[in-house]
C-alpha cells in the first residue's frame, strides 16, 4: 500500500453487539489452515458478537482449499460466486462455478472450492453452529441465482426478493438477496430476534442501525445485531442490491 497520501480515516464503525459496518477499505489478510493461495478477510465473528462467521475472499489463480471447509461436526457452511471462474464441492459432487452460483453444505459435510480460472475468483464463505429438530434435516443445495426469479417484497413494486435456501424446517437459516430499486426502502423499520450478515452486491444505500443513519455501498459488509432497529433507502441511480443471512425456523433456547 505504501505510504498514506492524508490523514488516515474511514467509514468503519463498530458497535459491538449491536451492529458493525465494514469498508473493503479496511480490510487485512488472514491466514486461515486448508486455505491457500487466497486473500482471506474475516467480516464477522463471535468476536463482535455474531452467532456466525462469514469471510470475503479473493482466490488467485490456483488458489483452493486444501482440505475440507467446515466439516467439523454440527457446523453448517454456505458458498458464494461474486466473480470468476472455478468449481465448488459439496458432498462427493462439484458443480462450475460463474457469479451468482451458491452451494449450501449441511453439518459436518463441509465443502471445498478452488479457482480454475486465469482471473481471480470473488465469493462469500459462511459457517454457524446447526441447531437440529427432530423429524427434519437439512440437504445440500446447489443452485445460481441467475436463474430465481425476483419476487415482489411485501407488496412494494420497488423492492424485490429472492429466497436461496428451502423454507422447511430442515433449515435454520436461509439467504435473501433484497434488491431496491432507486427510491425504494423497507414497509417499516424492523426490530427482531434474528441476525444478519449483508455483503452490498451493487448500489448505494442509506441504513437505520439502531438510533444511527449510516450510508454504505457496494463491496461493504453489514452485521446487524438480534433486536437492532433496521431498516434502508436505495438511493443513487441504480439497484441498490445486497446479500444476506438470517436464522429461522428454530425457537430460542433458555
Known sequence: MGYPSDILTTRAVVEPGRYAVIPPEGLVNNVIPGIEGCRISIVASPKMGASFVQYVITADPNGKTTRT????PGVESFFYCIEGAGH???GGKSVPLSGGAYAYAPAGVGLDFANTGTTPLKILLYKQRYIPVEGHEARVVFGTVNEIEFAIYDGMENVLIKDLLPTDLGFDMNIHILSFKPGGCH?????????????ILEGEGAYLLGNDWRMIKKGDFVWFGPFVQQGSYGVGRSNFTYIYSKDCNRDVSI
Open 88 to 90: 465448488v464441492s459439496v
Open 187 to 199: 414497509p417499516f423499520v424492523e426490530t427482531h430476534v434474528q441476525e444478519h450478515g449483508a455483503y
Open 69 to 72: 471447509f467446515a466439516q467439523e
